[in-house]
């Protein structure tokens, strides 16, 4: 009899693992597991992708989302612009960033609001220069005080208000990299809306 109780538990502990595993791993796997790249989307660099992981590792995704939500779910399109996100747009993010908060604008189609690296880099070493008020962190360990720029550095381009007297601020390695990926989040290009299994590119 105690055998028995024990192994109906132990039969109603596999089936509750197991459905926990199918509607969470498995039916959304199945889901977007045929998702084929869009033709608008290019793989991300090498240079992209060194971007992105300092963007990982500065937590830029605890204050910023990557997913555009439809109509009906808030005004994204007009705040963010571009078109609903589908499940191919992030077929080469790994892992991917759609970020669960936003206490800064959604990401998504950066490239296309503010194109400029001059202002991503200045944004980057003080948000506050170009966007008066902002809450967002300055970042200013990825860029290097110097008394003059070497002839490949990329010098910041600063109000001379602001812009310290007989020196320039260039952009590091990573500041570049990371300016890189942000220009690089551009969604914009066509795709088939709808079902998510149905999201290759017209
Ligand atoms: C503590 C929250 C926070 C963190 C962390 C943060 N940001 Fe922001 N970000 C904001 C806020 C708030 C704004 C809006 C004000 C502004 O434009 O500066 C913003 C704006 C931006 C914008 C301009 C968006 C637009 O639509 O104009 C970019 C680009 C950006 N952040 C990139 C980054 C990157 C890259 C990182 C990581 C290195 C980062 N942010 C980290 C809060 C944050």
Not at 69 to 76: A, I, Q, V
Not at 122 to 137: A, D, E, Q, T, W
Not at 142 to 171: C, M, Q, T, W, Y
Request: glycine letters at 8%; proline letters at 9%; aromatic letters at 10%.
């Amino acid at each position: 009899m105690m055998f028995i109780r024990s192994f109906v538990f132990f039969l109603g502990i596999l089936a509750t693992l197991l459905l926990g595993w199918a509607a969470l791993v498995g039916v959304p796997d199945a889901m977007i597991s045929e998702v084929q790249p869009p033709e608008g989307l290019s793989r991300y660099t090498a240079e992209e992708l060194f971007g992105r992981s300092i963007y990982i590792r500065e937590g830029c995704t605890y204050c910023h989302s990557q997913q555009t939500r439809p109509e009906g779910f808030g005004s994204d399109q007009a705040r963010f612009w571009g078109r609903p996100s589908v499940p191919a747009d992030y077929v080469f993010d790994k892992p991917h960033l759609l970020g669960t908060m936003r206490t800064g604008p959604d990401l998504l189609n950066i490239a296309v609001r503010q194109p400029s690296a001059d202002w991503h880099l200045v944004h980057l070493y003080n948000p506050r220069i170009v966007v008066p008020g902002s809450l967002m962190p300055p970042f200013p360990f990825l860029f290097e005080e110097k008394l003059s720029a070497g002839p490949n550095e990329r010098v910041l381009v600063l109000p001379d208000s602001i812009a310290p007297k007989g020196k320039v601020i260039v952009a590091g390695r990573e500041a570049r990299a990371l300016t890189a990926y942000l220009l690089s989040l551009d969604r914009t290009y066509p795709v088939a809306q709808g079902k998510p299994d149905t999201t290759k590119s017209r």
